[in-house]
């Protein structure tokens, strides 16, 4: 499944596009909208993004996750080394230790994570700024060429600015696109 990234310049655009991805067999569950104006898109009925797509929760969590893992297994260390308790402490104790700083760390990554913006969207925070409308429509294999053609035919006004293979892994990045002056597509960034 492929996400397409789709720069549209008004609302009335934006719902346009909603219908006809709807008219080609793509469900609202695979369409949303990042803009800053969330009301008109509850008042036109467009899906706006979640959480998980604005936010960099899961990536900064699992950042955590693995942070508290190392800060675990170094405070295991340390309690075999200095044996503050003796030394008849069962091994499931450390184990105990190794797991509640992992999920510590992911907790604490989540609340971090709450208040930075998706680094896969942060390449398209000046449009959305500037009023822009970005779509999100997720594709499966057997109908990307059908959106794209669609959204060719259709809606030529609707700029396509990335793709991404992998929006599911929160450590990849999406690649920017710009049509040049003869309508192929570049790439100006990668990460």
Same mark, same amino acid.
């Given at each position: 499944?492929?996400? !397409?990234?789709?720069?549209?310049?008004?609302?009335?655009?934006?719902?346009? /596009?909603?219908? #006809?991805?709807?008219?080609?067999?793509?469900?609202?569950?695979? /369409?949303?909208?990042?803009?800053?104006?969330?009301?008109?898109?509850?008042?036109?009925? /467009?899906?706006?993004?979640?959480?998980?797509?604005?936010? #960099?929760?899961?990536?900064?969590?699992?950042?955590?996750?693995?942070?508290? !893992?190392?800060?675990?297994?170094?405070?295991?260390?340390?309690?075999?080394?200095?044996? &503050?308790?003796?030394?008849?402490? &069962?091994?499931?104790?450390?184990?105990?230790?190794?797991?509640?700083?992992?999920?510590?760390?992911?907790?604490?990554?989540?609340? /971090?994570?709450?208040?930075?913006?998706?680094?896969?969207?942060?390449?398209?925070?000046? #449009?959305?700024?500037?009023?822009?409308?970005?779509?999100?429509?997720?594709?499966?294999?057997?109908?990307?060429?059908?959106?794209?053609?669609?959204?060719?035919?259709?809606?030529?006004?609707?700029?396509?600015?990335?793709? #991404?293979?992998?929006?599911?892994? &929160?450590?990849?990045?999406?690649?920017?696109?710009?049509?040049?002056?003869?309508?192929?597509?570049?790439?100006?960034?990668?990460?």
């Amino acid at each position: 499944m492929k996400c !397409f990234y789709y720069l549209s310049r008004t609302l009335k655009s934006t719902r346009e /596009i909603s219908e #006809d991805l709807h008219e080609v067999g793509i469900k609202d569950f695979y /369409i949303h909208v990042v803009s800053k104006d969330e009301s008109g898109l509850r008042q036109q009925q /467009i899906h706006s993004s979640n959480y998980l797509e604005t936010l #960099d929760v899961v990536r900064v969590g699992i950042l955590g996750a693995a942070a508290g !893992f190392v800060t675990g297994l170094i405070g295991v260390e340390l309690l075999r080394y200095f044996q &503050p308790f003796g030394t008849g402490v &069962p091994e499931f104790i450390y184990l105990i230790v190794v797991a509640f700083a992992t999920l510590f760390g992911a907790w604490e990554g989540g609340l /971090i994570g709450i208040g930075v913006e998706n680094g896969k969207l942060a390449r398209f925070h000046e #449009d959305i700024d500037a009023g822009l409308y970005l779509m999100l429509v997720y594709a499966r294999t057997q109908k990307e060429k059908l959106v794209r053609d669609m959204m060719g035919a259709r809606h030529a006004d609707a700029e396509l600015v990335g793709v #991404d293979r992998y929006f599911l892994n &929160p450590f990849r990045r999406v690649v920017r696109l710009s049509r040049a002056d003869d309508g192929r597509e570049n790439a100006l960034q990668k990460g």
